[in-house]
């Protein structure tokens, strides 16, 4: 615990008090950078490009529409899009009005989608024309959405027998965007992003105005992400899914210009944009990354702008690093988190690395990485007492900070633990600081930069007639890093041989969970591990099947 001064015995300071606002950041690129493009491939097909004075102008309009349409402060609005401008313009139109840009990830389970949006209560969902199947299927089950609104012009909008659609650009054509930002307390809610925990529902980081300010700022600095108006910024990680890294906010903190890829997200697709926008650094999941590695080796092309990407949501491979650096493209190791808008640590050498042989160098940066300035780091036992950083002992990894969650939205209990939030990841922190990650204490398993709930698969699993205990567990998969794998204890009695069950259990899956999650395979066992409390041990299943093989 630190000590405190009680503010009768401070003199206190003459400085401006002046709110971190989300929309000050676009009026700064607007004042500074107004004439610097942003790029977009939209879902029609087609490259859309305009400024950042053309999207601080719409996005006062969509200030207006959401008046218009009686949305208020506090109030939830949520987005199923891809990364584009007019998403851009709802990040800041919804924020900056005081209302919460909640942010919605198409790739969950259609049960959990209408979960979190009636957990969140969204007034209004604007979504991608590709979605609309998705929504018409959501309707019924999300009675607080009042409109429907789709981000297309009048001449692309689908018909839907089902739902009231209303066009997005109709709708800001409408408005003349004279409106003033307001100014209210940084500590204002302004955007809403679910992350699949271990107790199989999404729970909700709502962040605030503050928290995503000195997020963007921290961020962007040099040795962090290093952003600034000299760069061509494509951000490739999904603005769905933890603010893709920051940043739509850190770009026009910095003025950078962004280059959004939208719904195409393979090897070439991402070539051809990096090298017509001239883009010099993105940011995204290894997944993504090794479409476009094998594109480019398959087809001997050659980057000339692009320089650096930043790899995180799981662990960047070796070889990843390696294969980047033949193509002159310098690979930057981050970690983070939902709970913490996300970034938390970058991997970077400082002067005294420089001189240090390569090897070395790789060693450092292929850890996670120390800690952005504004947040703190300690690894504890399993009786929470604090280990030493000392690259070599490993334990729970504790955060705390300015933009870490202190609660999970209108959730009774808070996950804190003595003001430290427990991250789930289990890691090792050298002298330097330097956070290694080892293993995850939390159940899910990450697969292509996106969750799935071990917990929801166990249930499953376990209605299956012939299952009598199941536990799922993470196996390593070249493409995806992480699959699901079912270990499985059989009912006494059941004779059917392993293979036609094995092919039965995956079957019981369809229709139950999203398809992506269905278990790559089932392994049988006639013992589980238990702790003392009956838990499934996960700990000793990953060591059993540490070395299993996943049919390609
Ligand atoms: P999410 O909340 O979906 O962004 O997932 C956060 C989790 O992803 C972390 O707690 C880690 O388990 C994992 N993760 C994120 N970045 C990395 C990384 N660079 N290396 C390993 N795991 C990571």
Same mark, same amino acid.
């Given at each position: 615990?630190?000590?405190?001064?009680?503010?009768?015995?401070?003199?206190? &300071?003459?400085?401006?008090?002046? @709110?971190?606002?989300?929309?000050?950041?676009?009026?700064?690129?607007?004042?500074?950078?107004?004439?610097?493009?942003?790029?977009?491939?939209?879902?029609?097909?087609?490259?859309?490009?305009?400024?950042?004075?053309?999207?601080?102008?719409?996005?006062?309009?969509?200030?207006?529409?959401? /008046?218009?349409?009686?949305?208020?402060?506090?109030?939830?609005?949520?987005?199923?899009?891809?990364?584009?401008?007019?998403?851009?313009?709802?990040?800041?139109?919804? /924020?900056?009005?005081?209302?919460?840009?909640?942010?919605?990830?198409?790739?969950?389970?259609?049960?959990?989608? /209408?979960?979190?949006?009636?957990?969140?209560?969204?007034?209004?969902?604007?979504? =991608?024309?590709?979605?609309?199947?998705?929504?018409?299927?959501?309707?019924?089950?999300?009675?607080?959405?009042?409109?429907?609104?789709?981000?297309?012009?009048?001449?692309?909008?689908?018909?839907?027998?089902?739902?009231?659609?209303?066009?997005?650009?109709?709708?800001?054509?409408?408005?003349?965007?004279?409106?003033?930002?307001?100014?209210?307390?940084?500590?204002?809610?302004?955007?809403?992003?679910?992350?699949?925990?271990?107790?199989?529902?999404?729970? %909700?980081?709502?962040?605030?105005?503050?928290?995503?300010? $000195?997020?963007?700022?921290?961020?962007?600095?040099?040795?962090?992400?290093?952003? &600034?108006?000299?760069?061509?910024?494509? @951000?490739?990680?999904?603005?769905?899914?933890?603010?893709?890294?920051?940043?739509?906010?850190?770009?026009?903190?910095?003025?950078?210009?962004?280059?959004?890829?939208?719904?195409?997200? =393979?090897?070439? #697709?991402?070539?051809?944009?990096?090298?017509?926008?001239?883009?010099?650094?993105?940011?995204?999941? @290894?997944?993504?990354?090794?479409?476009?590695?094998?594109?480019?080796?398959?087809?001997?092309?050659?980057?000339?702008?692009?320089?650096?990407?930043?790899?995180?949501?799981?662990?960047?491979?070796?070889?990843?690093?390696? #294969?980047?650096?033949?193509?002159?493209?310098?690979?930057?190791?981050?970690?983070?988190?939902?709970?913490?808008?996300?970034?938390?640590?970058?991997? %970077? $050498?400082?002067?005294?690395?420089?001189?240090?042989?390569?090897?070395?160098? =790789?060693?450092?940066?292929?850890?996670?990485?120390? &800690?952005?300035?504004?947040?703190?780091?300690?690894?504890?036992?399993?009786?929470?007492?604090?280990?030493?950083?000392? %690259?070599?002992?490993?334990?729970? $990894?504790?955060?705390?900070?300015?933009?870490?969650?202190?609660?999970?939205?209108?959730?009774?209990?808070?996950?804190?633990?003595?003001?430290?939030?427990?991250?789930?990841?289990?890691?090792?922190?050298?002298?330097?600081?330097?956070?290694?990650?080892?293993?995850?204490?939390?159940?899910?398993?990450?697969?292509? %930069?996106?969750?799935?709930? #071990?917990?929801?698969?166990?249930?499953?699993?376990?209605?299956?007639?012939?299952?009598?205990?199941?536990?799922?567990?993470?196996?390593?998969? @070249?493409?995806? =890093?992480?699959?699901?794998?079912?270990?499985?204890?059989?009912?006494?009695?059941?004779?059917?041989?392993?293979?036609?069950?094995?092919?039965?259990?995956?079957?019981?899956?369809?229709?139950?969970?999203?398809?992506?999650?269905?278990?790559?395979?089932? #392994?049988?066992?006639?013992?589980?591990?238990?702790?003392?409390?009956?838990?499934?041990?996960?700990?000793?299943?990953?060591?059993?099947?540490?070395?299993?093989?996943?049919?390609?």
């Amino acid at each position: 615990m630190h000590p405190t001064i009680a503010p009768s015995a401070l003199l206190m &300071s003459q400085m401006m008090s002046q @709110p971190m606002m989300i929309s000050s950041l676009l009026t700064h690129a607007k004042n500074n950078y107004g004439t610097t493009e942003i790029v977009s491939r939209r879902t029609e097909g087609d490259i859309h490009r305009y400024t950042y004075a053309d999207c601080e102008q719409r996005a006062r309009q969509v200030a207006q529409m959401l /008046s218009r349409l009686g949305v208020g402060p506090g109030d939830r609005v949520g987005t199923l899009a891809w990364n584009g401008y007019r998403h851009l313009e709802l990040y800041y139109g919804i /924020s900056g009005s005081g209302s919460v840009c909640h942010t919605i990830n198409p790739r969950l389970f259609e049960e959990q989608i /209408s979960y979190i949006i009636n957990h969140a209560e969204d007034k209004v969902i604007f979504f =991608d024309v590709s979605f609309l199947a998705l929504i018409e299927k959501m309707l019924p089950q999300c009675p607080t959405v009042q409109h429907w609104i789709c981000l297309s012009d009048a001449d692309n909008m689908p018909a839907s027998d089902f739902v009231k659609l209303a066009c997005y650009e109709t709708l800001i054509a409408e408005e003349q965007g004279d409106y003033d930002w307001p100014v209210f307390d940084e500590c204002a809610a302004s955007a809403l992003c679910y992350t699949s925990g271990t107790t199989g529902r999404p729970k %909700g980081a709502l962040y605030s105005h503050r928290s995503t300010v $000195l997020h963007a700022y921290a961020s962007a600095l040099p040795g962090s992400l290093s952003i &600034s108006s000299a760069e061509v910024i494509m @951000p490739v990680v999904p603005m769905f899914h933890v603010n893709a890294w920051g940043t739509p906010y850190s770009c026009p903190m910095t003025g950078a210009k962004i280059v959004f890829p939208g719904a195409k997200l =393979d090897g070439e #697709s991402l070539f051809e944009l990096i090298d017509s926008e001239r883009v010099t650094m993105s940011a995204g999941v @290894p997944t993504i990354w090794a479409g476009l590695l094998q594109y480019v080796k398959e087809n001997k092309r050659t980057f000339h702008t692009f320089k650096r990407t930043v790899i995180g949501g799981s662990t960047c491979p070796a070889a990843m690093m390696e #294969s980047f650096r033949e193509y002159g493209v310098q690979v930057v190791h981050a970690w983070g988190m939902t709970e913490l808008s996300p970034i938390g640590t970058v991997a %970077g $050498l400082k002067a005294a690395d420089l001189s240090k042989p390569r090897a070395e160098q =790789d060693h450092i940066l292929q850890k996670q990485g120390r &800690s952005l300035y504004g947040i703190e780091m300690k690894i504890v036992d399993g009786e929470g007492q604090q280990l030493p950083n000392d %690259g070599k002992a490993f334990g729970d $990894l504790l955060v705390k900070g300015a933009w870490v969650i202190n609660n999970y939205f209108r959730a009774e209990q808070s996950p804190l633990v003595d003001g430290w939030f427990p991250t789930g990841d289990v890691s090792t922190i050298d002298a330097d600081g330097n956070m290694q990650i080892t293993d995850r204490s939390k159940d899910v398993i990450k697969s292509g %930069g996106e969750w799935i709930s #071990s917990i929801d698969i166990e249930n499953v699993a376990v209605a299956h007639p012939a299952v009598l205990i199941a536990a799922c567990i993470a196996v390593h998969h @070249p493409k995806w =890093d992480e699959r699901p794998l079912l270990v499985v204890v059989k009912k006494p009695g059941v004779t059917q041989d392993e293979d036609t069950l094995k092919k039965d259990i995956q079957t019981f899956f369809e229709g139950k969970v999203a398809k992506w999650w269905i278990p790559d395979d089932v #392994s049988f066992i006639d013992k589980m591990p238990l702790t003392a409390t009956g838990k499934l041990m996960k700990l000793s299943l990953r060591e059993m099947f540490k070395d299993h093989r996943l049919e390609q």
